[in-house]
């Protein structure tokens, strides 16, 4: 590493380690691929999956822990399809892209090689071979791969985490992230206990490193509980007075109880990207990639595709916001052994899957829904506003030159604001039709505009143990 160090500066470094990333395929390593021992020559002092364990970092490679449904070798040895790895094609990863591809590609792990054929139309005279790298929203494609296809051809997704930053994986795979992720995973929570029992130097200053951005990201989470929806006043920490007759009185600590249970759900799903973003699918998918013409220029296609419905998919940041929107009346007054419960089941999960490893708060009362579509609402106005003067000038921006730089940063943000605004619509339209036909007593339906005090809920932090390593918020 320092005689690495001296002939490449960390610029480059970045700039080689992008360029190898965003051009590198994924496949299954599967334990008939010769490949895979080309390079045996040179370590054969450890056997094959000693190897692979050497590549089980957020750079190049994962290992997939195997469920109880996986099959081991009589030695109770993983099988080595267990491994997830990249490689590098030269030639596949110059074609271009789209999601309606005229070529297909696969891995072969029987001849270590990828096979490319022509889809059943061919590819015409003339046009470019075309490859799909995925169905991908227009954002990652920029991000990951510096274009979009700006036809309408690819999902839109907004992130509506106003009030936070997500500090695990954004969706652009792990491996353009210097992050600890072994501390964020499923997998890793169940060991834990183990991993800082044996806790040698680089993992004690990647877990340090963590701790410390998860108990600045607490603090974050508070701001969506400070508005105490459902609620006439705000809600503080239970306290003990004295009255005049020398008798003590305790507020009621069930409003605290849930506050906290909330807060630790929050944690549990703060870099889960897909509980706090709303995707919009894509509004031409018929639209097919433009040719380049000899000039150098793009074609246009003069047939017009078909237009898409608008549809949100909003199911998880929905289930967000009725965590937050909870009262202790919720749940048919079970609300604080609904959060019990669903802490407990995490905490015995052992899923590797997002879908399955988060509590989702699923559709309950009618006043409940109105006040997580009233939280929706304001999560879309709070991401909105983050887009400053562009939100308000946005119809008078668009560059001049398609495809430009200036262009494609314009397409993926008008994009992303004409989402939230849609989802801003259409959550305030649903939300006014529940309160028309609700008969719930108005405390139920209470609703702030203005955020409680952050004074009142900053002793939750006191709540979570912060200072014990890691158990608490992992």
């Given amino acids: 590493p320092d005689e690495f160090g001296k002939n490449v500066n960390f610029t480059e470094y970045l700039g080689m380690r992008i360029n190898v990333l965003s051009r590198a395929f994924g496949l299954a390593l599967s334990d008939h691929d010769n490949g895979v021992l080309w390079s045996r020559h040179a370590r054969q002092d450890i056997s094959l999956d000693e190897e692979m364990k050497l590549y089980d970092t957020s750079n190049f490679g994962a290992f997939v822990a195997p469920s109880s449904n996986d099959t081991q070798t009589k030695d109770g040895v993983v099988s080595l399809e267990t491994y997830k790895l990249r490689s590098m094609c030269p030639l596949l990863d110059m074609y271009n892209s789209h999601p309606h591809p005229n070529v297909l590609w696969r891995y072969d792990s029987k001849t270590s090689s990828y096979l490319i054929n022509a889809n059943r139309g061919g590819i015409t005279t003339g046009h470019s071979i075309m490859v799909s790298y995925g169905k991908y929203t227009e954002g990652h494609l920029f991000a990951k791969y510096g274009y979009v296809n700006g036809d309408g ?11 936070h930053r997500l500090a695990g994986d954004v969706g652009l795979g792990r491996q353009y992230s210097p992050l600890p992720f072994h501390v964020w995973d499923r997998r890793s929570r169940v060991e834990i206990s183990q991993l800082l029992a044996n806790m040698g130097p680089e993992v004690q200053k990647s877990f340090s490193l963590a701790k410390r951005a998860m108990d600045a990201q607490a603090k974050e989470l508070l701001r969506y509980l400070m508005f105490d929806d459902g609620y006439q006043k705000c809600i503080v920490q239970p306290y003990t007075k004295t009255n ?137 106005d709070a991401a909105i506003d983050r887009y400053g003067k562009f939100a308000q000038q946005r119809g008078n921006l668009e560059p001049e030159m398609v495809g430009s730089r200036e262009w494609t940063a314009w397409y993926i943000r008008d994009g992303e604001l004409r989402l939230l605004h849609i989802l801003r619509q259409t959550a305030g339209k649903e939300a006014n039709r529940l309160r028309q036909s609700l008969t719930e007593p108005s405390s139920a339906l209470f609703v702030r505009n203005k955020a409680c005090p952050i004074e009142n809920s900053l002793p939750l932090l006191d709540e979570l143990s912060l200072g014990s390593p890691g158990m608490e918020l992992l």
């Avoid at 433009?290 to 998919?313: A, F, H, M, W, Y």
């Fill in 153 to 163: 051809s690819s999902p839109t997704q907004a992130n509506v985490a106003a009030f």
């Fill in 244 to 380: 005049n007759d020398g008798n003590n009185t305790t507020s009621d600590t069930r409003h605290w109880e849930l506050k906290v249970l909330k807060l630790r759900h929050l944690i549990r799903i703060a870099n889960n990207r897909d509980m706090w973003s709303v995707r919009l699918p894509p509004k031409y998918p018929d639209a097919l990639p433009r040719q380049p013409l000899p000039s150098g220029e793009q074609q246009v296609n003069t047939k017009k595709p078909k237009e898409n419905k608008v549809g949100i998919d909003a199911n998880r940041i929905l289930s967000t916001c009725r965590l937050t929107s909870l009262t202790v009346d919720d749940m048919d007054g079970d609300a604080i052994k609904h959060l019990k419960e669903g802490l407990s089941s995490e905490a015995t999960s052992t899923s590797s899957s997002s879908k399955s490893s988060f509590f989702h708060v699923k559709k309950d009362s009618n006043a409940l829904e109105y006040r997580a579509l009233m939280c929706v609402v304001r999560l879309s």
